[in-house]
């Protein structure tokens, strides 16, 4: 173009910007006159991580976009299905990390860990961004000495993440979006119906066989008998009503038609259309388990190198990683789908107009 303006050659170190990157390790051991060589190890690894955690934010941005219309095309699910599969990528970097850092030994970072409080990585703006764009709320935090978990931030950062909090978060966004499935009634065709009716048929099969079977004792047919049962009861648990009320245990907890929508896709996830809403289903689930295993990473790490001393940010060490791994959970009901799961042999057969509407159409035209 004639307005265009002649571009000077690029130099690698310019683009990346080095001078400033690789001058940004600055050691607290060192500006009090003891250097600890393994200062930098940990401060390059914790740079590392924030590196990460903005590319997670890039993509979470990207895939929140493409959630928040009434609608999503196709091809916008199949860059969010990529985009979060990138993350579940970075995740295993993040998880491998520890292994290095985890080459400094207990007495290495006592040469230093004074020098740090009260700084912690409980301070991660970014991390408690992804969290909070993520779904994870408030109410279903941990707390430190009865302090809101923004207590230990800037005003400025402490703004930053509580205006996330009122976003509508990734959660919400894909619950809606699984409310919108059209294939859970379909003309004459019930999903829930005909999969209640399956999972009745399958557990009165599972009882008569227990009943029939010569080689169990009255005591062992008595306790697989209660099995069936206690699964039983976990099925009339998930057909129930809707109550409207909120849900008293810790986390977030789908609605009764969005829970019904991901068990249908997963159910029925050979059928054509349902391939990459199954994907993205799947990776939301891997994004929590990943997650959760870094922090149990960290409070295993953390316990070696400090015991059970209380960490750099007041809180409780490895006991408070630990519990985190446990509670800091928000699509758990995806990980949880599988006590839901059927044989296919077993799962009701879908009308024709159905898996039409479902599968791959093509109609070549008389000149091809």
Known sequence: ME??????????????????????????????????????????????????????????DAVLATFRGASVAEEALGQAVLRLGRIVEIQRVLI???????????????????????????QSVQFRLIENELGMRRKDRLQINDAPYTSRFTAEHAARVEASEKEPSLFELIEDWLERTPFLHFGDFDFWREYRRAVDAMLAADRASIRANPTLTDDEKAKQLAGVDSTSAKFADLFAPETGEPDASPGRHFSKRALQAALLIHL???????????????LLADIERNFTTWRQRHAQMAMRMIGTRIGTGGTSGSEYLDRAAERHRVFSDLSALSSFFIPRSKLPALPPEVRSRMGFRFTMGSGL
């Open 96 to 122: 491998q990390q520890v292994d290095v850092l985890e080459t400094m030994t207990p007495l290495d970072f006592l040469d230093f860990r004074d020098d740090l409080f009260p700084a912690s990585g409980f």
């Open 3 to 60: 307005n265009e303006k002649p571009r000077s050659p690029l130099y690698y170190a310019d683009y990346l910007q080095l001078d400033r990157l690789l001058s940004s390790q600055k050691l607290q051991s060192a500006s009090r006159g003891r250097p600890a060589h393994d200062e930098m190890l940990f401060v390059i690894v914790h740079q590392a991580y924030e590196l990460w955690f903005k590319q997670i934010l890039w993509e979470l």
């Open 268 to 282: 029925y996830r050979d059928e054509p259309i349902l391939h990459l809403p199954f994907r993205l289903l799947a």
